[in-house]
């Protein structure tokens, strides 16, 4: 019999690796379970059959119990059901070849398993090819996952083990630091995914390529097929076996509640096959053969309740799934045009948002700056038209041509003077390429040293193969693994490192501006009218929340003479680590949006827009889409300066809640737009993302709703709160299966008051520098801001503003301890001017590595209209 434990996943790990050679097969389940899914179910049940609006539906889920994958495995062995019967055949043929692509060692993950009789095939090629390997079967029961584990042969080079819990719960039991830097393959196969509405597929997708590593892959079982007789029978079968499937859902439904809430001999089953712009599916639904009481309502037996969906992907349907989910097709096996076995990597970008994989160590692996490169590639070459290289989108500043050739320069720079090797040749570049130009804004006269202009830049072929020199050079410092890569040199790289990441925004920014700008190649335009319905649909009020008074850690530590090699790299200002007291007092839970800006205008008799906008005359703009993607001529520019005239300090406009109640006509925002990378975005399209405008511009805006912009200790304190609570979160669910994880799951940066011990440890523990940015529009998840209006009943955290930054009123001044960098002494010096404010957390073309470290600080003028900083309103108690 299978044993059950819930023993910590990193001891199994070495335990299991150990016998998969010498030991049959010892099918051991590990709980992973995070909360009991009967009491989410329950709930479940409750929210979906009285929804706040739309139709009633019953949560999919509740097909699985027991007696339910007993029945679905049943239906596995129908003829109708050719969704096995062609998985079977596919797998028949390719497991040999899909076995030898996945390395020796590997964890095998299989989401959702079932009956295993199909991944045994799979299993079986490994076996044959003597490849060790360790399997885990994912599920809902225990007991299923006892009785199909014992049902697997004993292997000798494969070792089994189950993991109950849900699809949530394997992917943050995945999260695990011993478990994220093993090499893996996700399988999820029956075309399971189909279950998804399509968004909700990619998001899925994109939760679990989020977790793998760069060489890790996906296995994805796709239902292709378009027949509709097909697909309806195989949901349909004469035997009646699948509508006896369904209808236990409602048994399941009654156990959950321990009373007959639903008459089974007053319900039947209902199938259909469709096919509409949303592309084909069948649809099982529960309909009442008379008027029924359920839950307290009445349903009349015309209603039919939607308990489950199984999509079906054609080829080019499966491309954007897998595009949207941040993921590249390696390889296929199909049977004709009807099913699919899809082997899945993760793209370059977007970047993962786990820290044990975006941070693993101090210096970032090669294959973080590939995939930095791809990005910066993929917008110099993809979405600025050639001849635009030479053009200045934003006036004070320098051509794009610049930025190609100051990204490798200065990398060089910094390598060669922490090597002392000679510089990668032409030399003369470090003389027009060191440093740009970041003028003042009320002067422009007036700006830092920068590099000479030269009357004519260098070709463009030039300039990229001095790029791929400087690229190679990097690589060749590699070679020797970066252990051995001494931690001067490792500095100098890792400045270059966050430097491009830095100007990978700047120059979207700027792109930003242009109205030549092209959309990002093979990300797919997002359908704007229906993600602003959404939106629409599932607002709340912006609430405010109590923050307590706390002492909170501030910066970190990150000796500049290499005393300590295994601490995380940080800029000048991010050290040493500090301590501040903060005062109690209430934030808002989201950012002030578009539609709250425009409401601050109308009021206040602004005609300004900001630079994240622009004005069409009306005849040119057909109001349900964009400009054809791109701005047209006669578009008008929002410079965001802010005017400084008919601001109304009364917040007579905000309710009770901070909410912002919509009171300006529909002409008002006629012919505006949100500038966005796929063109420009009406902005009736855009009112639920954050605003994004210089602090002049916000400050007003937020004196206006009645609250102010947070200083910079009160917004850290607002994130030590957050990750407080999150992390009291992760505790309570990862409690009992990761032990020696809670030995870190203390204390989060916030101190207690009085501090409890005698010294409070000072410097972030740097295990626990960098956030979990599951969720957050950072690192490219949306080339977008998003709708952040459905989350104002939650306290954002850092980095998660909807995709853009978030301002502070603080000065950007030095702090006790703060010593110019050796590497880089201009760094943060240059700009202590008092016209530079802080911004925090990250917009969505952060990479994460700066988003997720705490202590990472960044600035801007605050009448700078360029920048992607969004505000949120604070307000004493
Ligand atoms: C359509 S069946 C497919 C089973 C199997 N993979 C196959 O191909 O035959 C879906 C499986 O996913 C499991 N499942 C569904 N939702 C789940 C969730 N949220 N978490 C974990 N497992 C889930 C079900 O229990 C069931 O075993």
């Known amino acids: 019999m299978p044993s059950v434990t819930t023993a910590p996943a990193v001891s199994i790990q070495a335990k299991s690796l150990v016998n998969a050679k010498s030991s049959p097969c010892s099918p051991e389940i590990i709980d992973i379970r995070g909360e009991h899914v009967e009491f989410n179910l329950k709930e479940d049940i ?58 020796e060692g590997s964890m095998l993950i299989e989401l959702g398993s079932g009956n295993l009789r199909k991944v045994c095939l799979l299993l079986q090629a490994f076996e044959e090819l003597a490849k060790s390997i360790e399997y885990f079967a994912l599920d809902l029961s225990r007991k299923e996952l006892e009785r199909t584990l014992a049902q697997v042969p004993d292997f000798k080079y494969v070792s089994c083990h189950g993991l109950l819990g849900t699809y949530d719960d394997g992917r943050e039991w995945l999260k695990q630091p011993a478990i994220a830097g093993r090499s893996k393959c996700i399988l999820h196969l029956g075309s399971s995914i189909g279950n998804f ?92 053969i008379r008027d029924t009481d359920v839950l307290g309502s009445t349903i009349m037996p015309h209603e039919r309740i939607q308990i489950e969906q199984s999509l079906k992907y054609s080829q080019a349907e499966t491309e954007t799934l ?45 294959h973080d ?44 720079i910094q390598l060669t003077k922490t090597t002392r090797e000679p510089a990668t040749s032409p030399a003369y570049y470090w003389s027009i390429f060191e440093r740009g130009i970041d003028p003042d804004v009320d002067n422009p006269e007036q700006c830092h040293a920068h ?28 070679r020797g693994g970066p252990e051995r890569i001494p931690r001067n040199v490792a500095r100098g790289m890792w400045v270059g490192f966050e430097h491009e990441l830095m100007h990978i925004e700047t120059l979207l920014y700027m792109m930003l501006q242009s109205d030549k700008t092209l959309p990002p190649p093979h990300t797919g335009r997002p359908n704007f009218e229906k993600l602003a319905k959404q939106a629409y649909e599932a607002r709340v009020p912006n609430e405010w929340f109590d923050v307590p008074e706390q002492i909170i850690t501030l910066g970190m530590d990150d000796p500049e003479d290499g005393t300590d090699p295994s601490c995380h790299f940080g800029w000048d200002n991010e050290k040493p680590a500090r301590q501040a007291k903060v005062h109690a007092f209430q934030a808002h839970g989201r950012p002030i949006t578009n539609e709250e800006y425009a409401q601050y205008m109308y009021n206040s008799h602004i005609d300004q827009i900001p630079a994240s906008w622009a004005e069409a005359p009306s005849n040119t703009a057909n109001g349900n889409g964009t400009l054809n993607g791109h701005a047209t001529n006669g578009v008008k520019n929002g410079n965001g300066h802010s005017n400084g005239n008919g601001h109304s300090n009364g917040n007579g406009h905000s309710n009770g809640n901070g909410h912002v109640t ?82 870190h799951l203390v204390n989060e940066g916030v101190e207690e008051d009085p501090p409890s011990q005698a010294l409070a440890p000072l410097a972030e523990d740097n295990s626990q520098l960098f956030l979990d940015l599951a969720g957050a529009n950072v690192g490219f998840r949306h080339w977008r801001p998003v709708s952040v209006t459905s989350r104002g009943n939650k306290l954002a955290g850092q980095a998660d503003m909807g995709g853009v930054w978030e301002w502070t009123s603080s000065n950007l001044t030095p702090h006790e301890g703060f010593k110019p960098m050796g590497l880089y002494p201009a760094y943060t010096a240059d700009f202590f001017d008092g016209k530079h404010n802080i911004v925090l957390g990250g917009s969505w073309a952060t990479h994460p590595r700066i988003a997720g470290r705490k202590s990472f600080v960044n600035w801007y003028q605050r009448n700078y209209p360029y920048a992607w900083v969004g505000a949120r309103l604070v307000r004493d108690v």
């Open 322 to 366: 897998w595009a949207a989910a941040g993921l590249t097709e390696m390889g296929r096996w199909t049977r004709g045009d009807e099913y699919g076995l899809h082997m899945l990597q993760k793209s370059s970008i977007p970047f993962s948002l786990i820290p044990s994989i975006y941070a693993t160590g101090p210096l970032p692996p090669i």
């Open 662 to 743: 919509r009171e300006f006509p529909e002409s008002f925002i006629h012919g505006r737009f949100v500038r966005t990378v796929y063109g420009l975005v009406p902005l009736k399209l855009a009112l639920d993302w954050p605003i994004f405008a210089s602090y002049d511009e916000l400050e007003q805006c937020a004196s206006w709703m009645g609250g102010r912009i947070p200083t910079f200790e009160e917004a850290k304190s607002i994130y030590a709160y957050v990750n407080k609570q999150k992390r009291a979160e992760a505790e309570r669910t990862l409690g009992k299966t990761v032990p020696a994880v809670n030995a």
């Open 451 to 478: 590099s000479e202009i030269p009357d004519e830049w260098p070709p463009i072929e030039a300039i990229t193969t001095y790029q791929d020199n400087v690229r190679s050079r990097l690589r060749e410092l590699y």
């Open 197 to 288: 509405h399509r968004d909700d597929a990619s998001g899925f997708l994109g939760g679990f390529a989020d977790v793998l590593q760069p060489s890790d892959t996906m296995l994805v079982g796709v239902d292709s097929c378009s027949d509709p007789a097909k697909v309806y029978h195989a949901y349909n079968d004469k035997q009646g076996l699948t509508h006896r499937f369904v209808l236990n859902g409602l048994t399941h439904a009654n156990e959950l509640f321990g009373q007959e809430v639903f008459d089974l001999k007053n319900w039947r089953v209902i199938g259909e096959y469709v096919y509409d712009e949303e592309g084909g599916r069948h649809q099982a639904f529960v309909a009442p």
């Open 369 to 412: 700056w590939e995939a930095l490169w791809t990005a910066w590639d993929v917008m110099t070459k993809g979405m600025i038209p050639k001849e635009e290289l030479w053009e200045k989108p934003i006036k004070l500043r320098n051509a794009c041509i610049f930025y190609l050739g100051h990204i490798p320069t200065f990398l060089d």
């Open 46 to 103: 409750i929210s979906h059959f009285n929804p706040d609006n739309g139709p009633r539906t019953l949560p999919t889920l509740l097909l699985y119990n027991e007696r339910g994958l007993q029945l679905f495995e049943e239906i596995t062995y129908l003829d109708e059901y050719y969704l096995t019967n062609y998985e079977i055949e596919v797998l028949k043929k390719s497991s040999a070849d899909i076995a030898r692509r996945i390395p």
